[in-house]
Antibody, heavy 116, light 107 residues
Framework: QVQLVQSGSELKKPGASVKVSCKAS????????MNWVRQAPGQGLEWMGW????????TYAQDFTGRFVFSLDTSVSTAYLQISSLRAEDTALYYC?????????WGQGTLVTVSS | EIVLTQSPGTLSLSPGERATLSCRAS???????LAWFQQKPGQAPRLLIY???SRATGIPDRFSGSGSGTDFTLTISRLESEDFAVYYC?????????FGQGTKVEI
């Protein structure tokens, strides 16, 4: 069965970096793109962008350019989200989601907390 | 950017009642590339509907989607206790792939 398993919660200080992983299983990893979605505490869903698991080419939504980087390690069927220069407002749940076009399978989410 | 506006913000209903949720787009959604998701507290979103009206695998037939262009609807024919949750629409026809702000269905 298709599964996306994300890395555990992170507590970081402002200015630090974090790397969230999303390990896929149950399907051919390079067949479907991987999307990233953010959910701030008590808020709705924000689409951050996606990465082609075939070419490695990322596409970022406007609010997620500069400090956010999507990457892959296809040898272990894993996608990554790296956030640098963390700010308090980056505190959120981050989800990976597989996308044939629509987001059909989601990871369980990774909580990133930024606090001094 | 396509802005999706969901209404109402909160829907207060009882089990057995019919729920009608609206998602209106600021411009036409190409090829009816509109999806609906359900999210319960502490859980990841779950895909309910894609292509505006196709149910995802394992989704009960009390959930149905309709609409095209700029107006879309999610209908839950008879609410069951496990359906009380927040529902989001998302368009995936153009970039950025925007979400609506959500509708909370509560008892």
């Amino acid at each position: 069965q298709v599964q996306l398993v994300q890395s555990g919660s992170e507590l970081k200080k402002p200015g630090a970096s974090v790397k969230v992983s999303c390990k896929a299983s149950g399907y051919s990893f390079t067949t479907y793109a991987m999307n990233w979605v953010r959910q701030a505490p008590g808020q709705g869903l924000e689409w951050m962008g996606w990465i082609s698991t075939n070419t490695g080419n990322p596409t970022y939504a406007q609010d997620f350019t500069g400090r956010f980087v999507f990457s892959l390690d296809t040898s272990v069927s894993t996608a990554y989200l790296q956030i640098s220069s963390l700010r308090a407002e980056d505190t959120a749940l981050y989800y990976c989601a597989r996308a044939p076009h629509y987001l059909d399978y989601w990871g369980q989410g990774t909580l990133v907390t930024v606090s001094s | 950017e396509i802005v999706l506006t969901q209404s109402p913000g909160t829907l207060s209903l009882s089990p057995g009642e019919r729920a009608t949720l609206s998602c209106r787009a600021s411009q036409s959604v190409s090829s009816s590339y509109l999806a609906w998701f359900q999210q319960k507290p502490g859980q990841a979103p779950r895909l309910l509907i894609y292509g505006a009206s196709s149910r995802a695998t394992g989704i009960p037939d009390r959930f149905s989607g309709s609409g095209s262009g700029t107006d879309f609807t999610l209908t839950i024919s008879r609410l069951e206790s496990e359906d009380f949750a927040v529902y989001y629409c998302q368009q995936y026809g153009s970039s950025p792939r925007t979400f609506g702000q959500g509708t909370k269905v509560e008892i």
